[in-house]
């Protein structure tokens, strides 16, 4: 019997490792991406405070993933319960503020110069939307572990766009930028099935939902870009700003070579 359950502690150890290194390349790539462009004199503190906001509730979000799969791999699931709930406050606060920065940075017409600006403009909210949506079905089905955990981490890849952006070439990507970040983002759930076929011999359902929603969020990014309304939007967010005077489909100039 003491042979039976070292042998099954083993095995649920090994379960867990898939998820905890994960959240940890996750959380590396986002630090990475933008510690690296920080280091190349690309970014700058010298923001406003609403911004620094913004990336403190992002990375916040990514530090407590890895610590929440981190307590599981410990066992200590009844704190990870626990701090669980923090994200019913979290996510709506993430999408804010999220809304508030994209806004912000079109109204200047200060968008990256490898988007167009109303892609920019239409990209960021349909991640953040599908990123909640994907987070806030993880939550509900929390009780049944495999599909929560397999939510959540869809919906934590869709969040590394920007940790991705900044660590490939996308000014060499012109103008797909906005789908090579999405091919490397789906790298990860695809990981993610590759494990499930190995160690189940099957692919749980929950990544075709997941898979599902990221290319859907994708096709939708394109259609509503290159729409009506979402010249109409555009029109509506920039009026009265600098951003009006920035044709909405138009890449922005590369900037200067210092």
Same mark, same amino acid.
């Given at each position: 019997?003491?042979t039976?359950a070292h042998t099954?502690?083993?095995?649920?150890?090994?379960?867990?490792?898939?998820?905890?290194i994960?959240?940890g390349?996750?959380?590396?790539?986002?630090v990475l991406g933008f510690?690296?462009?920080l280091a190349m004199?690309?970014?700058?503190?010298?923001?406003p405070?609403?911004?620094h906001?913004h990336?403190?509730?992002?990375f916040?979000?990514?530090a407590?993933y890895?610590?929440?799969n981190?307590?599981?791999g410990m066992?200590?699931t009844a704190? %990870?319960? =626990? &701090?669980?709930w923090?994200?019913v406050?979290?996510?709506?606060?993430?999408?804010?503020?999220? !809304? @508030?920065?994209t806004?912000?940075?079109v109204r200047?017409?200060q968008?990256?110069?490898f988007?167009?600006?109303?892609y920019f403009?239409?990209?960021?909210?349909?991640?953040l939307?599908?990123f909640?949506g994907l987070a806030?079905a993880a939550?509900r089905?929390?009780?049944?572990?495999?599909? %929560?955990? =397999? &939510?959540?981490?869809?919906g934590?890849?869709?969040?590394?766009g920007p940790g991705?952006?900044? !660590? @490939?070439?996308?000014?060499?990507?012109i103008p797909?930028?906005?789908?090579?970040v999405f091919?490397f983002?789906?790298?990860?759930p695809?990981a993610?099935i590759?494990?499930?076929?190995?160690r189940?011999?099957?692919?749980h359902?929950?990544?075709?939902?997941?898979?599902?929603?990221?290319v859907v969020m994708q096709?939708?990014?394109?259609?509503m870009?290159?729409?009506?309304p979402?010249q109409?939007?555009y029109?509506?967010?920039?009026?009265?700003?600098?951003?009006a005077?920035v044709a909405?489909?138009?890449?922005p100039?590369f900037?200067?070579?210092?």
């Amino acid at each position: 019997m003491a042979t039976l359950a070292h042998t099954a502690s083993g095995a649920s150890v090994r379960a867990e490792r898939f998820w905890t290194i994960s959240a940890g390349i996750m959380m590396a790539v986002l630090v990475l991406g933008f510690s690296v462009q920080l280091a190349m004199g690309r970014s700058t503190f010298a923001v406003p405070l609403f911004v620094h906001i913004h990336a403190l509730v992002f990375f916040g979000w990514a530090a407590l993933y890895l610590l929440q799969n981190l307590l599981v791999g410990m066992g200590n699931t009844a704190l %990870h319960k =626990r &701090l669980g709930w923090l994200s019913v406050v979290w996510i709506p606060t993430m999408v804010v503020m999220g !809304l @508030i920065v994209t806004v912000a940075i079109v109204r200047r017409g200060q968008t990256p110069f490898f988007f167009q600006p109303l892609y920019f403009l239409i990209m960021d909210p349909m991640t953040l939307f599908t990123f909640a949506g994907l987070a806030i079905a993880a939550i509900r089905l929390r009780r049944k572990t495999q599909w %929560h955990r =397999r &939510l959540m981490f869809c919906g934590m890849s869709i969040l590394l766009g920007p940790g991705i952006g900044r !660590l @490939i070439p996308l000014p060499l990507m012109i103008p797909y930028a906005g789908w090579a970040v999405f091919a490397f983002v789906m790298l990860f759930p695809i990981a993610g099935i590759v494990r499930d076929l190995r160690r189940d011999g099957r692919v749980h359902p929950a990544w075709l939902w997941g898979l599902g929603s990221i290319v859907v969020m994708q096709i939708a990014i394109d259609l509503m870009a290159f729409s009506a309304p979402g010249q109409w939007l555009y029109t509506a967010v920039t009026q009265g700003s600098p951003g009006a005077a920035v044709a909405p489909l138009a890449f922005p100039p590369f900037p200067p070579v210092a």
